[in-house]
């Protein structure tokens, strides 16, 4: 299976400010996806990234607020801007590998006061 | 609407009981996905499920997939402590995309 590591684990940041999460996969996928759990609650989709193209956001959820980048086959980061407390969560980076299994990363525990 | 529905979202069990999590969902999806997430951890991928009538078994742990019901359960047998964490049922949709829509959560509490 696909070892996926995520950068930052955790941080606490100032409202205002942006964070940029990154996420490295130890083999080539073509699609990558971003996930956001808030504080007690269930897991929801931000984007689908492939990798050169644009990423294509779910609903509730924008390029301006969280700018994704995909340079490579086995690399992707999430950047969350702006942001309030209300983006306290878990962001995690998440595979396909081949038709089935879907792999998630660590995790990044984003606190903002 | 794409939706999934879990329940219950809070099973206290004591150890060497059976009991079951359902997880209804809402397409006509033919992937349905069961993940462990233990506190302060990410999702651990416990069962994918293929097609109608599909059963897997890992330990104490059985997944079973009813497309014609959208039904999926995860039947615990013998519970033991070490099973303590919470169960997420996820659907796929979007094609080949494999996007995940999950459910609720059920928080699983095995007493000794």
């Known amino acids: 299976s696909a070892v996926i590591s995520q950068k930052p684990s955790r941080d606490i940041c100032q409202r205002g400010t942006s964070l940029t999460i990154q996420c490295q996969v130890d083999s080539q996928v073509t699609m990558m996806f971003w996930y956001r759990q808030q504080p007690g609650q269930s897991l929801t989709l931000i984007a689908t990234?492939?990798?050169?193209?644009?990423?294509?956001?779910e609903s509730g959820f924008v390029i301006d607020k969280f700018p994704i980048s995909r340079p490579n086959l086995t690399f992707s980061t999430l950047t969350v801007s702006n942001m309030s407390p209300e983006d306290s969560s878990i962001y995690l980076c998440?595979?396909?590998?081949?038709?089935?299994?879907?792999?998630f990363g660590p995790g990044t525990r984003l606190l903002v006061l | 609407e794409l939706k999934v529905e879990q329940n219950p979202l809070f099973l206290s069990m004591q150890e060497g009981k059976n009991y079951t999590i359902y997880c209804n969902y809402s397409t006509t999806s033919d992937r349905l996905y069961w993940y462990r997430q233990d506190p302060g951890k990410s999702l651990e991928s416990l069962f994918v499920?293929?097609?109608?009538?599909a059963v897997k078994q890992e330990g104490r742990l059985m997944a079973s997939l009813d497309t014609k019901a959208r039904l999926s359960t995860l039947h615990i047998t013998a519970a033991v402590h070490d099973l303590s964490a919470t169960y997420f049922c996820?659907?796929?949709?979007?094609?080949?995309?494999?996007?995940?829509?999950f459910g609720t959560g059920t928080l699983l509490a095995v007493q000794p």
């Open positions: 998440s595979l396909r590998q081949g038709r089935e299994t879907q792999y």
């Open positions: 996820a659907e796929a949709y979007g094609g080949a995309t494999n996007k995940l829509i």
């Open positions: 499920l293929l097609s109608n009538g």
């Open positions: 990234a492939n990798q050169g193209s644009e990423a294509t956001y």
